[in-house]
């Protein structure tokens, strides 16, 4: 699927979950055994590993339609980069869209400076850098969680785009996109600078 097509379907598929109209996909004997031979994604979506977050229901998708990779906090780590390099390379997706989302726990963690279990703590520790800088251009408080999640989202997008895998697959045609989530609406800004 191009990536313009996969894109509007994630987008018709937000919009059915806003309005609880969502189609009836279901996974049954069939699409299992048919799964259990190959998978074919449309899309690949990055982002947090938050239980409020799951990007089947988000973009009304089944099983099979959509290669999810989730890390708390939608981090950046060589796993991350290396799980979208699998799915553009090895899956042929064209679309990938980085993630995130309102009212992130990771975020207010970084944010709040608390202590945090030790390996929590490694998540933390890479999204401090982003809170210094948003707290130096002014940010505090809620506005301050919002920009530093979608400072967070940007740089992984860039990262991904750095990919030598990844950007040999941009020159044929694949698209990287960055989304935030609405907790309270399920609503999506697309894209944002």
């Known amino acids: 699927m191009k990536a313009d097509d996969a894109l509007a379907r994630l987008k018709e598929g937000n919009k059915r979950f806003i309005a609880a109209e969502r189609s009836s996909l279901s996974v049954d004997a069939q699409l299992r055994d048919q799964l259990s031979k190959e998978q074919k994604p449309f899309a690949c979506i990055v982002t947090c590993s938050d239980s409020r977050v799951p990007p089947e ?3 009304d998708c089944t099983a099979g339609e959509l290669f999810v990779v989730r890390v708390a906090g939608t981090v950046q780590t060589p796993e991350v980069i290396g799980s979208v390099e699998f799915a553009v390379s090895i899956l042929k997706v064209n679309l990938v869209v980085v993630m995130a ?4 726990g990771a975020i207010q ?3 709040s400076r608390e202590p945090v279990p030790e390996r929590v703590a490694a998540i933390i520790d890479r999204l401090a850098p982003m809170v ?8 505090e ?3 301050l969680i919002i920009q530093v999640s979608k400072q967070n989202t940007r740089e992984l997008s860039d990262a991904l ?3 030598q895998v990844i ?3 941009l020159e044929k045609g694949l698209q990287v996109h960055r989304a935030y989530y609405k907790l309270t609406t399920g609503q999506l800004l697309w894209d944002f600078e």
Do not use: D
């Open 132 to 139: 210094t800088a948003q707290q130096a251009l002014g940010f």
């Open 101 to 104: 989302h309102s009212r992130c």
């Open 141 to 143: 408080g809620e506005k």
């Open 109 to 111: 963690a970084a944010v």
């Open 57 to 59: 229901l988000i973009f």
């Open 167 to 169: 950007s040999e697959c």
């Open 161 to 163: 785009c750095r990919s």
